[in-house]
């Protein structure tokens, strides 16, 4: 049950900040080319499983958005608001697939558990 709970939540930050992307009205090419932005943070998988957890939970975390988003309020920016509302988009998007933050131990093992196929006799 909670696996679907937090399946559930990342379907409802995948629409809600879908919404409020378009109403802060940028541009949807920006939306798409922003959306499949914080996935660079794989390269980080190159330099190790510890290195590579450590960049993409940096940009798979609702915090950035979060402080971008209120950056954006403050400065009554509506670009920083549109990337944020992409970046929290995408972060919903993988919840919603299942795929967490990732320990260092692996890019399979997530706060949302295992991911993957699972070795043979497992």
Request: hydrophobic share 55%; net charge positive.
């Amino acid at each position: 049950m909670p696996r679907l709970l937090l399946r559930l939540e990342g379907i409802a930050l995948f629409l809600l900040a879908t919404a409020a992307f378009a109403y802060a009205g940028a541009s949807w090419w920006l939306y798409l080319v922003l959306f499949l932005l914080p996935d660079v943070s794989f390269a980080g998988y190159a330099a190790g499983p510890r290195v590579g957890a450590a960049a993409y939970n940096a940009l798979h975390t609702t915090l950035g958005p979060a402080v971008l988003a209120g950056l954006g309020l403050w400065l009554d920016h509506s670009m920083l608001l549109g990337i944020a509302a992409t970046w929290a988009a995408h972060i919903g998007f993988d919840r919603m697939l299942g795929y967490g933050l990732k320990y260092a131990s692996g890019f399979h093992d997530t706060h949302l558990g295992r991911i993957g196929r699972q070795p043979a006799g497992a």
